[in-house]
Antibody, heavy 118, light 109 residues
Framework: QVRLQESGPGLVKPSETLSLSCTVS?????????WGWIRQSPGKGLDWIGT???????YYSPSLRSRVTISVDSSRNQFSLKLTSVSAADTAVYFC???????????WGQGTLVTVSS | QSALTQPRSVSGSPGQSVTISCTGS?????????VAWYQQHPDKAPKLVIY???KRPSGVPDRFSGSKSGNTASLTISGLHPEDEADYHC?????????FGGGTELTVL
């Protein structure tokens, strides 16, 4: 069983950087194969942000690529998301996931709501 | 990239079957056998119910099945149970990234 838990600020000001971490439990992050982030704006559908492979290769949504960075900290069994220059449109519940390939997310964190507001 | 197209809502009575469609293009659904379906109950994280078009994760009832024809994938739920009432999201690999559908609300009457 793989457990994932998101953490980070629930409120971010416009134009600033959103930073979230995901702690993986009961499973080594080095096994992978991929770790990723998906978000869901209130009342809307799911929006894929990106993934990182166990070797550190990243894959990002074309619409967010210029603002997104996903990285892994193996020593803490965590991976993280940074999204720069946020606006109200980035307000969403952010989920961290394990991706088994082909974009398939088989384990999900519970999600954390991030609101962008001044 | 455009979102995959799903019906906004479908409904069925307990015991009946329902099918939810997910239409994309040759660049995503039609081009790869990496289509997944997720079930999401209110205020919960999504749960994987179908992946790679037709595969079922361990623990998912065999009432859930997936298929694909051309650029359209489908999720069929046979013998509806009340607990199947949820939102269903399709997702497709698109060559280096993933596209989701807008989600379909399933009501069990």
């Amino acid at each position: 069983q793989v457990r994932l838990q998101e953490s980070g600020p629930g409120l971010v000001k416009p134009s600033e950087t959103l930073s979230l971490s995901c702690t993986v439990s009961d499973y080594s992050i080095n096994v992978g194969p991929f770790w990723g982030w998906i978000r869901q704006s209130p009342g809307k559908g799911l929006d894929w942000i990106g993934t990182i492979s166990q070797s550190g290769t990243t894959y990002y949504s074309p619409s967010l690529r210029s603002r997104v960075t996903i990285s892994v900290d193996s020593s803490r069994n965590q991976f993280s998301l940074k999204l720069t220059s946020v606006s109200a449109a980035d307000t969403a519940v952010y989920f961290c996931v394990r991706d088994i390939g082909g974009g398939t997310a088989d384990y999900w964190g519970q999600g954390t709501l991030v609101t962008v507001s001044s | 990239q455009s979102a995959l197209t799903q019906p906004r809502s479908v409904s069925g009575s307990p015991g009946q079957s329902v099918t939810i469609s997910c239409t994309g293009s040759s660049s995503d659904v039609g081009g790869y056998d990496h289509v997944a379906w997720y079930q999401q109950h209110p205020d919960k994280a999504p749960k994987l119910v179908i992946y790679d078009v037709t595969k079922r994760p361990s623990g998912v009832p065999d009432r859930f099945s997936g298929s694909k024809s051309g650029n359209t994938a489908s999720l069929t739920i046979s013998g509806l149970h009340p607990e199947d009432e949820a939102d269903y999201h399709c997702a497709s690999f698109a060559g280096g990234y993933v596209i989701f559908g807008g989600g379909t609300e399933l009501t069990v009457l």
